[in-house]
């Protein structure tokens, strides 16, 4: 029996070149710089012009002096020599004032002038709270004022609405009647409808209905201080007949003719302020001029005073 010899081979595997850590560190340094690039651009699209300009002038280098004048060093031209960097005949002067020492006073003096000094301490110091008094007493004054009035225009309103509700006559001019608060006070317009009108046409006196509201508007109105503007206003169309009638006259007469019915039913004349006629100067309806509602009387209880804001009274 032979005995076979048993081989065992040995492979040895190649073993990979150690590269150490060195590329950890550089890789490293990259995300670090790549990470504060991104951080440089996100406060640089976040920061506004006036803080980009501090930044920029905080790491600006500072300037001593930005004169030209002489070497242009630290003093400048300000030496105080003659010779040197500065111009001959500039030398600065000088000038010294001599203090004479005050006389010692007396402690009734001084107690005189402080008391002196206390008083008109005092008085400044009233006449401040004085006048912040009374600015605000003023602007308390206006405010309760504007809200009365303001409350005096709403039930005004509200009782012209009551009684043309009330009145079957009036119920059917509901549309006829306009009322709205403007910067001049409450106003009351008396307005034509298609194929409703408050005046015949090319006359001054008003239908019979017209002048039943119109008495209306007078006793509610008569309730009020408030001074009255009354004012005529008609369409585009022209009116002007052979003696030069036109609408300026015609809305001057149905003004005036408003007044007497106000006249005739108690409103006292010294409440009228302004009668007046502007034919078709005011459209109601700028962007048609034709329509029948520019055709109107505009009734307006003045304010008692103009309304300022806080804030732009001097």
């Known amino acids: 029996?032979?005995?076979?010899?048993?081989?065992?081979?040995?492979?040895?595997?190649?073993?990979?070149?150690?590269?150490?850590?060195?590329?950890?560190?550089?890789?490293?340094?990259?995300?670090?710089?790549?990470?504060?690039?991104?951080?440089?651009?996100?406060?640089?699209?976040?920061?506004?012009?006036?803080?980009?300009?501090?930044?920029?002038?905080?790491?600006?280098?500072?300037?001593?002096?930005?004169?030209?004048?002489?070497?242009?060093?630290?003093?400048?031209?300000?030496?105080?020599?003659?010779?040197?960097?500065?111009?001959?005949?500039?030398?600065p002067k000088i000038t010294m004032t001599i203090a004479t020492p005050a006389s010692p006073k007396s402690p009734e003096s001084e107690s005189k002038d402080t008391a002196r000094q206390n008083a008109e301490g005092d008085d400044a110091a009233m006449s401040e709270v004085d006048g912040s008094i009374s600015l605000m007493d003023d602007d308390v004054t206006d405010q309760?004022?504007?809200?009365?009035?303001?409350?005096?225009?709403?039930?005004?309103?509200?009782?012209?609405?009551q009684a043309m509700a009330d009145m079957p006559e009036l119920a059917e001019l509901s549309r006829n009647i306009i009322l709205d608060e403007t910067p001049e006070g409450l106003r009351i317009q008396i307005v034509d409808q298609e194929g409703r009108s408050m005046f015949p046409p090319g006359h001054a006196e008003p239908y019979e209905r017209t002048q039943l509201l119109l008495q209306q508007v007078a006793e509610?109105?008569?309730?009020?201080?408030?001074?009255?503007?009354?004012?005529?206003?008609?369409?585009?169309?022209?009116?002007?007949?052979?003696?030069?009638?036109?609408?300026?006259?015609?809305?001057?007469?149905?003004?005036?003719?408003?007044?007497?019915?106000?006249a005739g039913t108690g409103v006292p004349s010294d409440r009228i302020f302004s009668v007046s006629g502007k034919a078709e100067s005011e459209p109601l309806l700028p962007e048609d001029p034709y329509q029948p509602a520019n055709r109107r009387i505009s009734i307006v209880l003045l304010r008692e005073a103009p309304v300022t804001p806080p804030n732009l009274r001097p």
């Open 220 to 262: 509610i109105i008569q309730r009020l201080p408030n001074r009255i503007s009354i004012s005529g206003h008609t369409d585009a169309n022209p009116t002007q007949d052979k003696n030069g009638y036109s609408n300026w006259e015609l809305t001057a007469d149905r003004a005036n003719a408003t007044r007497r019915i106000f």
């Open 1 to 91: 029996m032979n005995d076979q010899a048993i081989i065992i081979k040995k492979v040895k595997k190649a073993a990979h070149a150690h590269h150490g850590g060195a590329w950890k560190i550089a890789y490293a340094d990259f995300v670090t710089a790549m990470m504060a690039f991104f951080l440089l651009m996100w406060l640089i699209s976040m920061t506004t012009p006036e803080q980009k300009s501090g930044l920029a002038d905080f790491f600006a280098p500072a300037s001593v002096s930005k004169s030209n004048s002489g070497a242009g060093g630290v003093m400048g031209g300000t030496a105080f020599d003659t010779e040197g960097a500065r111009m001959a005949g500039s030398t």
């Open 144 to 161: 309760a004022l504007s809200s009365r009035e303001a409350e005096a225009f709403k039930t005004a309103a509200e009782s012209l609405r």
